[in-house]
């Protein structure tokens, strides 16, 4: 294991059995591929320790925010756990692949991966001889994204990891019963929801987020930064408009819009709920914090083959994920404690993650 995630680690173009066998000296895959399928090691404990550590050297109750969303990994054959013709946002078409629901953590401190779960389409949990013969349990059932969103949501509050929000894009914003669970549970969050979702209005009606936002006046909108991208600041024009007047005291409800500063008709929407007086800087901050996730997939993908596995069985595509991600983490806390200078608990954090 030691040596698999130093693999990760290493500067090897494409990183699968053959070349992390090689960069350990070993003449053929055989023991990577043993680690991955038939080695008995604890996978959802290793998930934890990497989120401990994580939280650890990264937390913030306060303006932590939990991320979750969605990458796809392109595949061919039909044998893999999970694939099948799905959209893939990584391929942005429809592509022969398996999808990866993720959640990420992020602070002012930094972010990183902190959980995941594999997606298995309707053809694939309607069909148990083919689930069995790519290892999944017969206990796993179908389930959607959102829901499996929700699953892990859960297990970071089980484990107290300290956050005050959740973000993340239509995909679950749309889905209500997600809304309404992270409402049932206190969980502030700011979702993202297509144009002809419905709210409801200060007036007690029932009506389409494009058409309320499309009556704010001129004057309403402020010019706005959701933080730093590749590029410098994110600025867009940015509305919030209250909903659901019928609320707990204590709590608040509003339509946050977003808009480009370049063409007027790109608007974005979001559905928010929160501590009431919480500000619209807050809220335009949650809100680009979503693409926290995005940078890490791309550094776990560039940097630790989160992608460059060749495995078809279903425990082994969660162990090589896990294992990229703890060198994922490894990175973002070496980088932290760079900046922040090497004490003595985050050189533990950084050997930790080293084995």
Request: with cysteine.
């Amino acid at each position: 294991m030691r040596s698999y995630v130093r693999g990760l680690l290493s500067e090897a173009e494409r990183k699968n059995g053959w070349t992390l066998a090689e960069a350990t000296g070993d003449a053929g895959p055989e023991r990577m591929q043993r680690l991955l399928n038939f080695y008995a090691w604890d996978t959802d404990g290793l998930r934890d320790d990497v989120r401990a550590a994580v939280i650890e050297a990264l937390g913030d109750a306060r303006r932590g925010v939990l991320v979750v969303d969605e990458t796809g990994f392109v595949k061919k054959g039909t044998k893999s756990a999970g694939v099948a013709r799905q959209y893939s946002g990584t391929a942005g078409r429809i592509e022969n692949s398996q999808i990866g629901v993720f959640l990420a953590y992020a602070s002012p401190h930094g972010r990183a991966l902190i959980d995941r779960e594999l997606y298995l389409p309707k053809e694939w949990t309607t069909d148990r001889e083919r689930c069995r013969g790519a290892g999944i349990p017969d206990d796993v059932t179908l389930a959607t994204k959102p829901v499996l969103a929700q699953r892990m949501i859960a297990r970071a509050m089980t484990a107290g990891v300290p956050f005050g929000w959740v973000t993340g894009d239509e995909a679950y914003g749309v889905d209500t019963k997600l809304r309404m669970w992270l409402e049932s549970e206190g969980i502030a969050h700011v979702l993202a929801v297509a144009k002809n979702s419905m709210v409801v209005t200060m007036q007690l009606t029932k009506a389409r987020v494009d058409r309320v936002v499309a009556a704010v006046a001129e004057d309403c909108w402020t010019r706005m930064s959701c933080g730093d991208g590749a590029h410098g600041q994110r600025r867009y024009h940015w509305a919030v408009v209250d909903i659901r007047p019928l609320r707990l005291q204590e709590w608040g409800h509003w339509l946050l819009a977003r808009r480009s500063l370049t063409d007027p008709t790109d608007i974005a929407y979001y559905v928010c709920f929160g501590p009431a007086g919480t500000t619209a800087d807050e809220l335009v901050r949650v809100a680009g914090s979503r693409w926290a996730i995005e940078e890490s997939f791309q550094t776990a993908k560039n940097e630790t083959g989160l992608d460059h596995y060749q495995v078809r069985g279903y425990q082994a595509w969660y162990r090589h994920v896990t294992l990229s991600m703890a060198a994922a983490a490894f990175l973002v806390i070496t980088r932290d404690a760079a900046k922040k200078g090497r004490d003595s608990r985050r050189r533990r954090l950084v050997d930790s993650l080293v084995f």
